[in-house]
């Protein structure tokens, strides 16, 4: 096993254990036990935390059809050279991104305050409660209330989480990492096997709700926090923590044990924000193009002539772009990115690609398969994009600041996924009001 930190600058096990071999200490082998529980646990609450956000996409195109048997018809005429719903799926997006985006905006200024057992009960609940409400909807509004929740959940649960990793050994960040990859596949693949099962859309999201209860065990359950950790106690004061109380359970290198965490004034605040926007702007432009692709174009990339139905074809879009995205956000322990605004420049091409193919509709001229291979590609780079900027900031900044350094850098992906959503909707009204 490997036992380096990722912020270890190259260092390996000898250059801060000792060169000399001798005998591991017999707690040895229970810290190795306790560290794996810890990195198992965050690649489950990775997957969890995630989960419902990606199967309220995966259904966006079903959760608009809740309304077909009313009076007010969601699908467009026949007069359109698409085939559109009259609601465009970046309606769904921006339920399912907003209350994120709000979250993540301001957590990072009172979220300190809340302890973490708080945190991740309201986490289940909201995660809970999306399920339940999308699933026995009759009225695209009360849908999109559902969406709201899973929004909730998983911001909340992403600012929580990725704080949460500043109190252990710093590759659980590559686990969480590969955790929300396998949301993205593991959502959109379960959702899209049930209905092509012949389950209904509302029993698979009931089906779903065991996704809940596993992110209940995984954290209350499964993790090994360390005494340190605010659990349930809500603060006191200003009281300074040491540095080394936030990884415990394996040891760092001496760089990183030094320092006090004390109360941030807004200017110092402001100056770690700045520091790391270098990284949060290339994320939020890669997330940008990427959900423009999604939520805008996706739905008009329709293949008339094939046995899969438009809304099947949807499906699978998102079920092999998350594919792409397990994939890569699985692979920083494989290669490192460092500078990421290559991601950005390659995934604004695809979507520039898309947008020119969906306005002289020449896409279904190309073979599926071949469809299928770019939007895999784009969801290579939407992954690799997150995995390597939080890896990035992990590795360069002070233990003292990883914390709050982690809880700002999350707002990057939401903003460009919110504005995204924005503009989904006029170009989407735009392409579908054309005869």
Same mark, same amino acid.
């Given at each position: 096993?490997?036992?380096?930190?990722?912020?270890?600058?190259?260092?390996?096990?000898?250059?801060?254990?000792?060169?000399?071999?001798?005998?591991?200490?017999?707690?040895?082998?229970?810290?190795?036990?306790?560290?794996?529980?810890?990195?198992?646990?965050?690649?489950?609450?990775?997957?969890?935390?995630?989960?419902?956000?990606?199967?309220?996409?995966?259904?966006?195109?079903?959760?608009?059809?809740?309304?077909?048997?009313?009076?007010?018809?969601?699908?467009?005429?026949?007069?359109?050279?698409?085939?559109?719903?009259?609601?465009?799926?970046?309606?769904?997006?921006?339920?399912?991104?907003?209350?994120?985006?709000?979250?993540?905006?301001?957590?990072?200024?009172?979220?300190?305050?809340?302890?973490?057992?708080?945190?991740?009960?309201?986490?289940?609940?909201?995660?809970?409660? =999306?399920?339940?409400?999308?699933?026995?909807?009759?009225?695209? !509004?009360? #849908?999109? /209330? @559902?969406?709201?929740? +899973?929004? *909730? $959940?998983?911001?909340?649960?992403?600012?929580?989480?990725?704080?949460?990793?500043?109190?252990?050994?710093?590759?659980?960040?590559?686990?969480? =990492?590969?955790?929300?990859?396998?949301?993205?596949?593991?959502? !959109?693949? #379960?959702? /899209? @096997?049930?209905?092509? +099962?012949? *389950? $209904?859309?509302?029993?698979?999201?009931?089906?779903?709700?065991?996704?809940?209860?596993?992110?209940?065990?995984?954290?209350?359950?499964?993790?090994?926090?360390?005494?340190?950790?605010?659990?349930?106690?809500?603060?006191?004061?200003?009281?300074?923590?040491?540095?080394?109380?936030?990884?415990?359970?394996?040891?760092?290198?001496?760089?990183?044990?030094?320092?006090?965490?004390?109360?941030?004034?807004?200017?110092?605040?402001?100056?770690?924000?700045?520091?790391?926007?270098?990284?949060?702007?290339?994320?939020?432009?890669?997330?940008?193009?990427?959900?423009?692709?999604?939520?805008?174009?996706?739905?008009?990339?329709?293949?008339?002539?094939?046995?899969?139905?438009?809304?099947?074809?949807?499906?699978?879009?998102?079920?092999?772009?998350?594919?792409?995205?397990?994939?890569?956000?699985?692979?920083?322990?494989?290669?490192?990115?460092?500078?990421?605004?290559?991601?950005?420049?390659?995934?604004?091409?695809?979507?520039?690609?898309?947008?020119?193919?969906?306005?002289?509709?020449?896409?279904?001229?190309?073979?599926?398969?071949?469809?299928?291979?770019?939007?895999?590609?784009?969801?290579?780079?939407?992954?690799?994009?997150?995995?390597?900027?939080?890896?990035?900031?992990?590795?360069?900044?002070?233990?003292?600041?990883?914390?709050?350094?982690?809880?700002?850098?999350?707002?990057?992906?939401?903003?460009?996924?919110?504005?995204?959503?924005?503009?989904?909707?006029?170009?989407?009204?735009?392409?579908?009001?054309?005869?």
């Amino acid at each position: 096993m490997e036992r380096r930190g990722i912020n270890s600058g190259g260092s390996s096990d000898s250059d801060w254990e000792g060169t000399d071999e001798v005998a591991a200490p017999p707690g040895a082998q229970e810290e190795s036990r306790s560290h794996w529980r810890n990195l198992s646990a965050f690649w489950l609450l990775g997957l969890c935390n995630n989960f419902a956000y990606v199967v309220m996409l995966s259904a966006a195109h079903d959760i608009l059809k809740t309304e077909t048997n009313q009076t007010a018809t969601i699908n467009v005429t026949n007069a359109s050279r698409y085939d559109c719903n009259k609601i465009s799926t970046a309606a769904v997006l921006l339920a399912d991104i907003l209350p994120t985006l709000i979250i993540k905006f301001t957590a990072p200024f009172y979220i300190h305050q809340i302890p973490y057992n708080y945190r991740v009960s309201l986490c289940i609940i909201t995660a809970a409660a =999306s399920f339940l409400i999308v699933s026995f909807a009759t009225h695209v !509004a009360v #849908s999109l /209330l @559902g969406v709201v929740f +899973a929004s *909730v $959940s998983s911001g909340l649960g992403e600012v929580t989480f990725l704080s949460l990793t500043a109190f252990f050994y710093s590759d659980v960040v590559s686990y969480w =990492s590969s955790g929300t990859g396998g949301a993205g596949i593991l959502g !959109a693949l #379960s959702y /899209l @096997g049930l209905t092509e +099962a012949g *389950v $209904s859309p509302r029993t698979s999201l009931l089906v779903m709700l065991i996704v809940p209860v596993m992110l209940l065990i995984s954290y209350f359950f499964l993790l090994l926090p360390p005494s340190s950790l605010p659990r349930w106690k809500f603060p006191s004061g200003h009281s300074s923590v040491n540095a080394s109380d936030r990884r415990p359970l394996l040891h760092e290198p001496p760089s990183r044990e030094s320092g006090k965490r004390s109360h941030r004034t807004m200017a110092s605040k402001w100056r770690i924000t700045k520091s790391l926007l270098k990284y949060m702007l290339p994320l939020s432009i890669v997330y940008f193009a990427e959900y423009f692709i999604n939520q805008g174009l996706y739905e008009l990339i329709y293949f008339p002539n094939i046995k899969m139905s438009h809304s099947m074809q949807y499906r699978w879009y998102q079920m092999l772009y998350q594919a792409g995205v397990f994939i890569s956000r699985s692979s920083v322990r494989c290669f490192k990115i460092r500078h990421t605004w290559i991601l950005a420049f390659l995934q604004c091409g695809v979507a520039t690609f898309l947008l020119v193919g969906v306005a002289y509709v020449f896409l279904p001229s190309l073979t599926l398969p071949g469809i299928f291979l770019i939007i895999i590609f784009e969801g290579l780079l939407g992954g690799a994009a997150y995995v390597n900027t939080f890896n990035n900031i992990a590795v360069e900044s002070k233990a003292e600041d990883q914390e709050f350094a982690m809880s700002v850098a999350c707002v990057s992906d939401t903003l460009g996924i919110s504005l995204s959503g924005v503009i989904s909707i006029p170009v989407h009204n735009y392409f579908c009001g054309l005869s």
